[in-house]
């Protein structure tokens, strides 16, 4: 079974790692074109490229996929099956008839539920006690296609964007071995037509508000724990909080306000009760732990944490 990979982030060269170290038969792997990446703006190979280059696996990086060189490149690999895994680019008709086994991707989310660019920072925004990888079929449409096999994984109260990315990554892993070793066993499901769309993150969905209740807050700062964190003012500096968790200690203090601190924390008032905060970063300088906060007088009882401005320009 001749495999085409086509996968760009760390995400998917993690699952294509995998692919390789099962001894699967990678005859080629197609990923976006390298991009500026950094406060340096240096242009950087894309995480699956470096692990070809140091695999020595053909990589190919393609404006299109669908035509011209790109096209013909792929035609000429022949491939009995294409594996995708956060590509970033949708394939067109000419592309998904190529191999004989079909066009297959891995998507974070249990579909059709958060189709789309955005499903793991979605589903933790919205409070979702579970997600999970689906394995679908690729169609035209954006990830309508009938679904092979579904992993699902937990959200914990106080999992963030990184834990959950790494249950979700270790699913990946033990679902595409297992689609692939047992593909003809599998009977496709088609997609029910209420699904849902997990829009890109945008700049706006970054900005922290703590006139939201303290669910919803809690559910925004992780969604973005470790990267790239929210943003909200404190004594006139754009600032990121991270490490959030639930208190249910009611406060009538208004929403912001630092309440009191502990040897490891501060609690802020949100619309309803107190969220814990363990980490701040400030302008131009790394994470730092609440405690070192506190210590260093950054961080004080009474002051006040404010949304910053839509229209604000931000780092």
């Not at 769309?197 to 508000?209: F, G, H, N, Q, W």
């Amino acid at each position: 079974m001749k495999i085409v990979f086509m996968g760009t982030p760390d995400f998917a060269s993690e699952v294509l790692k995998e692919l390789v170290s099962k001894g699967f038969d990678i005859s080629g792997v197609f990923s976006q074109k390298d991009k500026p990446q950094g406060r340096g703006k240096t242009v950087q190979p894309t995480p699956v490229k470096k692990f070809c280059q140091e695999k020595n696996i053909k990589i190919f990086q393609y404006t299109s996929i669908n035509k011209g060189e790109g096209f013909e490149t792929l035609k000429a690999l022949k491939p009995d099956i294409i594996i995708t895994a956060a590509f970033g680019k949708i394939l067109k008709q000419n592309v998904i008839d190529l191999p004989p086994m079909g066009c297959w991707n891995i998507h974070a989310s249990i579909l059709p539920k958060y189709r789309g660019a955005a499903p793991i920072q979605r589903a933790i925004l919205n409070g979702e006690k579970e997600t999970g990888i689906s394995i679908f079929r690729i169609v035209e449409q954006l990830d309508a296609g009938p679904v092979a096999l579904v992993k699902k994984v937990e959200i914990a109260d106080n999992d963030n964007f990184s834990t959950v990315f790494e249950k979700l990554l270790k699913a990946s892993k033990e679902a595409i071995v297992e689609f692939l070793e047992n593909k003809d066993s599998y009977s496709l499901v088609e997609q029910e037509d209420n699904f849902s769309y997990a829009e890109k993150i945008t700049e706006k969905d970054l900005l922290l508000d703590f006139n939201k209740n303290a669910f919803e807050v809690h559910n925004k700062i992780r969604a973005f724990d470790p990267y790239p964190g929210v943003r909200c003012q404190l004594g006139g500096q754009m600032v990121k909080v991270f490490s959030s968790s639930l208190t249910g200690i009611k406060t009538s203090s208004a929403p912001g306000t630092v309440c009191l601190t502990d040897k490891e924390s501060f609690f802020v008032a949100c619309s309803d009760e107190m969220i814990k905060i363990g980490a701040i970063q400030y302008p131009g300088k790394k994470i730092i732990t609440a405690k070192d906060a506190i210590n260093g007088r950054k961080v004080s009882i009474g002051e006040i944490f404010k949304k910053v401005r839509e229209d604000v320009e931000n780092d």
